[in-house]
């Protein structure tokens, strides 16, 4: 069972919006701190957002203000909505789980944003 799967990416135009979701299962979710991370080609992944269980969020400088990070416990959802996409921010976007010492990764989701 994979813990945690993205959804939501795709193609969009620059100013665009596009809101990411990943679902969880088979972890304790309402403890995790969760985060989105993301990585282009030739790039290292890097942090993009997190919230942690008691809803503490922290973006990187570069979304903040345009993306917003949140989660919902019942339904064990994290999101990440976009809002006016720049063509930096193309990427393979990750979901991130930690808990109990532990990380959870999902599998990407591509965001590509056109100029």
């Known amino acids: 069972q994979v813990p945690l799967v993205e959804s939501g990416g795709g193609l969009v135009q620059t100013g665009g919006s596009l809101t990411l979701s990943c679902a969880a299962s088979?972890?304790?979710?309402?403890?995790?701190?969760m985060g989105w991370y993301r990585q282009a080609p030739g790039k290292p992944r890097e942090s993009v957002a997190s919230?942690?269980?008691?809803?503490?969020?922290n973006y990187r400088d570069s979304v903040k203000g345009r993306f917003t990070i949140s989660r919902d416990n019942a339904k064990k959802m994290v999101y990440l909505q976009m809002n006016s996409l720049k063509p930096e921010d193309t990427a393979v976007y990750y979901c991130?789980?930690?808990?109990?010492?532990?990380?959870?990764w999902g599998q990407g989701t591509q965001v590509t944003v056109s100029s």
């Open positions: 919230i942690t269980g008691v809803f503490t969020t």
């Open positions: 991130r789980g930690a808990v109990g010492g532990l990380n959870y």
């Open positions: 088979g972890i304790i979710f309402s403890s995790a701190t």
